[in-house]
């Protein structure tokens, strides 16, 4: 015993590690070595039930024999036994050796996927977010309290609020070259807006690691972020549009860019999706076919494709890459509502639905999906990371995970009493090239998060 303890003693004097990295290693040491200890106990006494199990067999050969019955009936009958204890192995060592896995996973996770900023200062839930794709690159948030919010990604400062609409703001895109936002609301209209932003000096990122390692916990309600400061009232305030589209009968859901950014679409609770010029601000098409309300829009990074998403179970794909002919495709794989349907590389789009299914679908085979994801609890808005192929899910029951295109999970964010999403995540956003935040989530407890997710660490773990 004497030995060990120098043993241990010297090791920690030579080694390299933080002490709290090394306590970390030593405490899942130890765990794996209970559960190794407990396996083995189990194992002991499974040999001795083994034995048993033989003794009684001899017994009851001797007896068969002496009804003249087969031996044939005997085989049966052992084989039979054995196979329900080789069954009974294989369920004790894969619930043991689940643990351990389990508990290398989690570690994995958190070391991958650092909470980096809080964004907080909207006064009603955040229903979506996004980057801009032209410098300086902001955050942009959605909220039902009426405004759209745009940050710095870095300080986590408000830099400009919209007040533009009289309802919920359902959704927020960026233009693709120019200081432009697009917004959808509860008040039947999306706005295009004009903003002008200058970024604060970033002061330094303060360390999260110790917070990651937080055993995670489930959180009350009423925890929510302090808001007895309004952050937004010393930052500029937009009120009046550069262009209102206004051609829906019901509440605006999403609006979205179309490659170029000439032309908007947006998607409504009234069953239709409209797209715009966005010059003149007329209606160029009204996409009917949608038994239902729709829930999303989204439209295709380099080619003339939009594809909405629909409480009908449904999402259809519209084509109007020939001006003379605009087809539809439909999709039907979900059970429930589609809350979101996203294009990703190539050929695929991902579909999220409150049936708690992610799909993956090749545009070019609509019949069945190439890879699908179950999981726990609703899915909302997902955003696909284009140039590594990873998902992340954002849910109802306040989880955040991350799985590649062909289905395999990679990680699940943290989230603990001191961080991460204590009500709904409504929706996520990725910033591929970003050093400091690359993933973004937003929920309904009022605040969007910036994550740094480690993606070759997670795709190495695989």
Request: hydrophobic share 35%; aromatic share 6%; with cysteine.
């Amino acid at each position: 015993m004497s030995s060990d303890l120098e043993w241990d003693q010297s090791a920690c004097s030579d080694s390299k590690l933080p002490s709290s990295v090394r306590s970390t290693l030593l405490e899942l040491f130890g765990q794996i070595e209970r559960e190794f200890e407990n396996l083995y106990i189990e194992n002991l006494e499974l040999r001795r039930e083994i034995d048993t199990l033989n003794e009684r067999l001899a017994a009851e050969g001797q007896a068969i024999d002496g009804a003249e019955l087969s031996k044939g009936q005997l085989k049966t009958k052992a084989s039979h036994s054995t196979s329900q204890l080789s069954q009974k192995l294989k369920t004790t060592y894969k619930a043991s050796t689940s643990k351990i896995v389990s508990s290398f996973k989690t570690t994995t996770s958190r070391a991958a996927c650092q909470l980096v900023k809080e964004y907080i200062g909207h006064r009603d839930g955040i229903w979506d977010v996004s980057v801009a794709k032209t410098q300086p690159v902001v955050l942009g948030t959605a909220s039902a309290d009426h405004t759209a919010l745009l940050w710095s990604i870095e300080t986590g400062k408000c830099l400009v609020k919209y007040a533009g609409h009289v309802g919920s703001v359902n959704s927020i895109k960026f233009h693709p070259s120019e200081q432009l936002a697009l917004t959808a609301s509860g008040d039947q209209t999306a706005h295009i807006w004009r903003y002008a932003v200058q970024l604060p000096t970033p002061q330094p990122v303060a360390d999260t690691s110790q917070i990651s390692g937080e055993d995670e916990v489930e959180c009350s309600d009423k925890d929510e972020p302090d808001l007895d400061g309004d952050v937004s009232s010393d930052c500029p305030t937009i009120r009046v549009p550069l262009t209102s589209l206004k051609s829906h009968q019901g509440v605006v859901i999403a609006a979205d860019w179309l490659v170029g950014g000439k032309q908007a679409v947006t998607a409504s609770w009234d069953r239709t999706a409209n797209l715009y010029d966005v010059e003149t601000s007329e209606l160029v098409h009204s996409l009917t076919g949608h038994d239902q309300e729709l829930t999303h829009c989204c439209t295709h990074p380099t080619q003339r494709l939009v594809v909405t998403s629909s409480r009908d179970t449904t999402f259809r794909l519209w084509d109007f890459r020939d001006p003379s002919i605009h087809s539809v495709n439909v999709f039907q794989g979900h059970t429930d509502t589609v809350t979101s349907a996203v294009f990703t590389v190539g050929d695929n789009v991902v579909s999220g639905s409150d049936d708690r299914t992610v799909k993956v679908w090749d545009l070019k085979n609509m019949r069945s999906p190439i890879a699908t994801i179950r999981t726990d609890s609703a899915i909302n808005r997902i955003n696909v990371c284009v140039g590594q192929k990873i998902i992340a899910l954002p849910h109802d029951n306040r989880q955040v995970r991350l799985f590649d295109m062909s289905g395999v999970r990679l990680a699940r964010l943290p989230r603990s009493s001191r961080q991460g999403h204590r009500r709904m995540v409504c929706c996520s956003a990725w910033s591929e090239d970003h050093p400091v935040c690359n993933l973004f989530t937003c929920g309904f407890d009022r605040q969007a998060i910036g994550w740094n997710i480690n993606i070759p660490a997670l795709l190495q773990e695989k």
